[in-house]
């Protein structure tokens, strides 16, 4: 392993320890390939499965393995949406799913989990509804603390994402936030997720690698 590796290794060890005392599961995975099957392993095949905007799954393969495994899972696909109303639908049934898929935007040294969400049906899921959360993560998303965390999502997160999805703000433009409050903007809600009331219903899968913004 590189320094580096190494270093996010001895990091991840004492995360999980404070994530654990937040009634997170947590653990560390090496590679993404690892982290594939780690998720694999906890999703039970004949489980209605959903998932935030994520590119960290993308980057993984798991959206692509389950999307293609309809015999085994069933995936409520918002991309398929005819239109709104029926986009509104999908997200009301994410709520009752077995399994909600996503990334986190940021952690914090002492295992607490920020976001920033736009539509708010990501932050949604995480804090209520879904039976099981799964959440995968590089190691590059750790900061120190939660003030740390915001100012790493809107500088080092927000501005690439608004570009991936080719949106209207100011940080699109200049790379910078704006402090906008254009109807583009994917910053509308802020949740710092301290613990979870329900032990063990949050899934934390640290990576070491560099993965998603």
């Known amino acids: 392993m590189t320094p580096k590796q190494n270093a996010w290794r001895l990091?991840?060890?004492?995360?999980?320890?404070?994530?654990?005392?937040?009634?997170?599961?947590?653990c560390y995975c090496s590679t993404?390939?690892?982290?594939?099957?780690?998720?694999?392993?906890?999703?039970?095949?004949?489980?209605?499965?959903?998932?935030?905007?994520?590119?960290t799954l993308?980057?993984?393969?798991?959206?692509?393995?389950?999307k293609s495994h309809p015999e085994d899972y069933t995936y409520l696909d918002r991309s398929k949406a005819g239109s709104e109303e029926e986009k509104r639908k999908i997200h009301a049934k994410t709520i009752l799913s077995d399994y909600f898929l996503m990334s986190t935007n940021a952690f914090t040294a002492d295992g607490q989990l920020v976001n920033?969400?736009?539509?708010?049906?990501?932050?949604?899921?995480?804090?209520f509804g879904p039976k099981h959360v799964i959440i995968i993560t590089g190691m590059n998303k750790l900061v120190p603390?939660?003030?740390?965390?915001?100012?790493?999502?809107?500088?080092?997160?927000?501005?690439?994402?608004?570009?991936?999805?080719?949106?209207?703000?100011p940080c699109a433009k200049t790379g910078f936030c704006g402090e906008c409050l254009s109807g583009s903007s994917i910053c509308a809600s802020f949740v710092t997720t301290r613990m979870s009331r329900n032990p063990g219903?949050?899934?934390?899968?640290?990576?070491?690698e560099t993965l998603g913004y």
């Not at 990091?11 to 947590?26: G, N, Y």
């Not at 390939?33 to 998932?51: Q, T």
């Not at 920033?116 to 949604?124: A, C, F, K, P, Y």
């Not at 603390?145 to 703000?169: F, H, S």
């Open 32 to 55: 993404k390939e690892e982290a594939f099957k780690k998720a694999l392993s906890i999703i039970e095949k004949g489980s209605v499965v959903a998932s935030g905007g994520s590119e």
């Open 145 to 169: 603390t939660v003030e740390d965390a915001y100012k790493r999502i809107r500088q080092g997160a927000c501005p690439p994402n608004c570009l991936r999805l080719n949106l209207e703000t």
């Open 116 to 127: 920033i969400d736009g539509n708010g049906n990501r932050v949604g899921a995480l804090c």
């Open 58 to 66: 993308k980057e993984i393969g798991l959206l692509d393995y389950i």
């Open 11 to 26: 990091q991840a060890d004492s995360v999980i320890r404070q994530m654990e005392r937040r009634h997170f599961h947590a």
């Open 201 to 208: 219903r949050i899934h934390v899968i640290l990576v070491g």
